[in-house]
Structures are given as structure tokens and as C-alpha cells.
């Protein structure tokens, strides 16, 4: 089959975990030797099963923060460049599943796909291992309530795009959750990020002050213009196809 690997990333609480384990699902239906590796130290799932790879053998951020005394963002960061110095580790992990497919579930934690080359050196380190690599960036669906949270949000997707230089896609989870329709029309300016009319939305509740950081954070978005959207409604299977 080759070395295929998705790296799921996003905000905390954008539904990362759940996300991995349905299309593990899915992949196993169709009868898809499928792992989920986990990158985050901090996370809590109650499926202590789904991981096949799970940095918490390597690292915990509880010992970290014990015995460094670093608060939670300082350890998680600690921690991620720990298993950069031990990718070894990682790498004999991988051993028995370098057929595979892999999906890695990563910590939510911005600095680590903006000034923290973490995760290029974790790409860096799968690629020169012979994988494919494709990233999905995931944030909640809840963002849409908010057009300035909205755009503080691709701008994650985009930077993050920008830094691993990968195949990518942006994912708008927990569409169930909103009432609408992925196919409603008024998604579609956040689906295709409308940046003007969106701008607009946010101008509303800004003080004049404001209005020129406003357009120039928008025209980030707007000048690159690689961030869109798919929707995801967890419970619908063609929605996660």
C-alpha cells in the first residue's frame, strides 16, 4: 500500500480525536490497515485504545510539570521538543506499521505551527522516512457565531499552511451543532472565507480606531488567498468520505 500519514491538527476542542477515530472507522470498513498516533501529551481521551503510538510512553506533561515546575503551554512545548530529540523513538515505534496508514492526532496549541519548528521537523523527519503526508487543520463550527474569531481562525489554517508547505485541507467540524445545512447558502462566505463581506461583519462592533488593523489583518487572508473550508457533520458517513 505504501507510507500514507494525515496529520490532524487544530484549536483544542475542535474535535481532533473524535475525528481520527471515525475515519480509522471508516478505513477499517473498507478493510484499511489504519493507526492513530497520538502527538499530544496533554490528551485525555477515556479510549486509553485508540492509540497505536502514543507520546505519553515517551513523555507525560504531568512529569513535566511536576518536575520542572512549567505550566501547562511551557510543558506541552517541552514535551513536543523532547520527542524531536528522540525521534529514534518514534521512529522504531513506527516499525511494525511503516505499510500502514497512519493518522497522527496533535496538541492544539498554536506556537507549534507558528515560532516553534516542532512539527516542520516531525514532517521533515516522515518525509526522509519514504511517507506521503497530507495535513487537515480543524476548527469547531462555533467560530462562525463570531466573524473575528472566524478570521483569527484561518489565520491559523493559513499560517500553519504556509509553515509545513504540505497537501492540506481545512475542516469545519461540528457542523450538526449550528443548524444549517453544509449546502446553505449562508455558509458560503465562510466556506470559500469571503474576506470582504466578512470584514463588513466585523466592522460592525469595531471602534474607528481599530478599522485600518482590521483591513490589514484581513487582507493577510485575502492576498494569500489559500484558506477555505469544508464542512463536517460527524454522524453523517458521507460527510467524513
Known amino acids: 500500500m505504501g507510507k500514507y500519514c494525515q496529520i490532524v491538527m487544530g484549536p483544542a476542542g475542535s474535535g481532533k480525536t473524535t475525528f481520527c477515530k471515525h475515519v480509522q472507522e471508516i478505513l477499517q470498513s473498507q ?53 524531536i530529540e528522540n525521534l529514534d523513538w518514534f521512529k522504531e515505534e513506527l516499525g511494525d506499521y511503516t505499510d500502514d496508514y497512519l493518522i497522527i492526532d496533535c496538541p492544539g496549541q498554536i506556537e507549534l505551527y507558528t515560532h516553534v519548528p516542532v512539527m516542520n521537523k516531525i514532517v521533515d523527519a516522515l518525509k526522509e522516512w519514504g511517507y506521503n503526508i497530507c495535513a487537515l487543520y480543524l476548527i469547531d463550527s462555533q467560530f462562525i457565531g463570531d466573524p473575528s474569531k472566524f478570521i483569527a481562525g484561518a489565520l491559523m489554517c493559513l499560517s500553519c499552511m504556509v509553515h509545513l508547505e504540505l497537501p492540506h485541507l ?61 464542512p463536517l457533520n460527524i454522524h453523517d458517513e458521507d460527510s467524513i468520505r
Open 31 to 83: 478493510k484499511r490497515t489504519c493507526h492513530i498516533v497520538n502527538f499530544d501529551p496533554a490528551n485525555e481521551t477515556a479510549d486509553e485504545g485508540l492509540f497505536s503510538i502514543d507520546i505519553r510512553s515517551l513523555v507525560t506533561i504531568q512529569d513535566v510539570m511536576e518536575e520542572l515546575k512549567y505550566g501547562p503551554n511551557g510543558g506541552l512545548i517541552y514535551c513536543m521538543e523532547f520527542l
Open 170 to 230: 481545512n475542516i469545519m467540524t461540528k457542523m450538526d451543532l449550528i443548524g444549517a445545512k453544509p449546502d446553505s447558502p449562508h455558509l458560503d462566505k465562510y466556506m470559500d472565507v469571503d474576506v470582504q463581506e466578512l470584514l463588513i461583519d466585523v466592522n460592525k462592533d469595531t471602534p474607528k480606531l481599530f478599522l485600518k488593523l482590521n483591513k490589514a489583518i484581513a487582507s493577510v487572508i485575502e492576498n494569500f488567498n489559500m484558506v477555505s473550508f469544508l
